[in-house]
């Protein structure tokens, strides 16, 4: 995988060589021109995992825009309501599935990222990540959601 995507960057600086214009736009074309060129011979290079490896994360990515949007609306929702008192912050223990450094950074930084939730600590034995939230009113909920939208993803998408 590493290797395809540091051809298909080498094939994008070829573009901008090429080209003789070194903007980040014309990098971009240069990398979506050179990702055509190796989709046409995905074949005969055995490039496809690298376009299915590149369309998982591209799906992990719009998931956590999508949950970026819910949960800003839903910040949005209780900052607003005087209702203060219906809140019920908490930090709750949640079993992790994936195991390696790489992809529990990646969901702690997902979680992080999203409103009105903080990764808090990992434990020791990197098992178990601690997370706050601002409602945590179901946490079953919260921890469901985690397991099957992120942490699903990221499974998906780099295993």
Known sequence: MSGLFLINVLLALSWIAVTGSFSFLN?????FLGAIALLLVREQT???SYFKRAWKISKLTGLFFYELMLSAIKVAKLAVDPNLKALQPGIIAYDLTV????EIT?????????????????????????????????????AEDIRTGFERKI????R
């Open 46 to 48: 055995g490039t496809t």
């Open 106 to 142: 990646l969901l702690a930084n997902l979680i992080t990222l999203t409103p009105g939730t903080l990764s808090v600590d990992v434990s020791d034995d990197r098992k178990t990540l601690y997370i706050h939230a601002i409602d945590l009113s179901d946490p079953e909920g919260m």
């Open 27 to 31: 990098f971009a074309f240069g990398f």
């Open 99 to 102: 195991d390696r450094d790489f």
């Open 155 to 158: 499974m998906e998408a780099f």
